[in-house]
Structures are given as structure tokens and as C-alpha cells.
């Protein structure tokens, strides 16, 4: 089976990979890192705002895929620096409602173009849902 990929507008690619994959039952997001995507650029900011802008550009994917925050299973999140780990939580709590989704945090010594913080995401998809 080939791969449904999906490409977002709000959403910027660094590489040669699509900004998510519709497999059937799951979508899987690519990793989006604090790009603004009308400059192009890693925004300016604290980790706060860096995950703040994660998070925009990984919503802007999840409409593209006609879903939303809700249909979230899995949140993978990268960190340069542990240290960052409660600022991150505070944006985190608020882009999703109880019961949240899974998660892991993994630090890691360098993300790309610099960032402090990428994370990527899996959602269940919504057309299968409907199905059920």
C-alpha cells in the first residue's frame, strides 16, 4: 500500500518528508520544530513560545487531515534540555483537554536549524472513527 501523505499549509518541511501520513486507522505527524511559517524561520523565544509555535504548526497539519486536538493519541516531545521540561509542560497542559493523550519527552543533544524543542505527533483518524 502506498503512502497517503499529507502536506499543510502553516507548516514548514526542512527536509524531504511529508508534513504527516494517513495510514488507515492512524495519522502519523512528522516532527515540526518552532518555524514561523509566514518568515520561514525558528522563531525568536523563550521555550515557552518555541513549543507554543510547535504546536500551532502541528495543528495547522492535524485541520489539514480534517482533525483535531481531540483525535490525538501519542505526543513525542524533544528537548535540547531537560531543564526545560516543566516550562514545556505548562504550554502542553493547555493544547489539550483531560483525559490527555500518551507522551513521552526525550532530551536530545541537537534538533534541527538550532531549535530548543520538536515534537511530533499520532492521532487516530477521524474518518475511522465515524465508521465505528
Sequence with gaps: MSRKAIQATGAVAVGPYSHAVDSGDLVFLSGQTPIDSNTGQLII????AQTKQCFIN????LESCGLSSDQVQKVNVFLTDMSYFKEMNEVY?????PPYPARTTIGVASLPLGASVEIELIA????KILKL
Design 124 to 127: 487516530k483518524n477521524k474518518a
Design 45 to 48: 523565544g523563550d521555550i515557552m
Design 93 to 97: 497542559e493547555t493544547m489539550f483537554t
Design 58 to 61: 502541528l495543528f495547522n497539519v
